[in-house]
């Protein structure tokens, strides 16, 4: 029963770098999203993905790209990462319609020195 | 854009305390409303969703209230626990998208 599974779960780059943040969901939704969390901002979108196929920009794309490989599985990419993208990052996904009830993985704590 | 407030920042109860935890919201065009907890270090865990039809919904001590007309809904967590302490945050859904508020963090000493 994994739901959203998110890796790596810890990172330490250092500027410049480039790295991709993986995200598999096995509940067979159609929606996914990848959110940041800083200390007394909540969670800030960054992009999401309707559905297979179609990706949109959210609060805070600068600096992220995002890749929806098939319904499962949605990656972020840091192309040149700067300490400012030092965050937890969460991805979620929802059903298109119904509930639209989000989960969330475990997220993943990156650092950039 | 949809923007979410909740209030009081943090909260410190004496265990067996009932818990009020407030999320108002500016756009009132909302599909649904959910809330989650967060434990230090982990992810978010869902704990009620209400549909923007429905006045409340129950689970075990918790209860959410909501009010779609005047931006708000209320979380109630009846006789608190040591275990109750967590940060709850509550996310507003509007078409694909959820806007979260920056959490209650909640402290119940034993």
């Known amino acids: 029963n994994a739901g959203v599974t998110q890796t790596p779960k810890f990172q330490v780059l250092k500027t410049g770098q480039s790295m991709t943040l993986q995200c598999a969901q096995d509940m067979n939704h159609n929606s996914m999203y990848w959110y940041r969390q800083d200390p007394g901002m909540g969670l800030r979108l960054i992009y999401y993905s309707a559905s297979e196929g179609t990706t949109d920009k959210g609060e805070v794309p600068n600096g992220y790209n995002v890749s929806r490989l098939n319904k499962r599985e949605f990656s972020l990419r840091l192309e040149s990462a700067a300490p400012s993208q030092t965050s937890v990052y969460f991805c979620a996904s929802s059903e298109v319609g119904g509930l639209r009830e989000a989960f969330f993985g475990q997220g993943t704590r990156l650092t950039v020195v | 854009k949809q923007e979410v407030t909740q209030i009081p920042a943090a909260l410190s109860v004496p265990e067996g305390e009932n818990l009020v935890l407030n999320c108002s919201f500016t756009?009132?065009?909302?599909?649904?409303l959910q809330w989650f907890r967060q434990d230090p270090g982990k992810g978010l865990t869902s704990l009620l969703l209400i549909q923007s039809s429905q006045r409340e919904q129950t689970s075990g001590r918790l209860n959410a209230s909501l009010d779609k007309s005047s931006g708000r809904s209320t979380l109630y967590i009846a006789a608190s626990q040591p275990g109750d302490s967590a940060t709850y945050l509550c996310a507003v859904i509007n078409d694909y998208k959820l806007s979260f508020g920056a959490g209650t963090t909640v402290t119940v000493r034993a």
């Open positions: 756009d009132s065009a909302i599909y649904n």
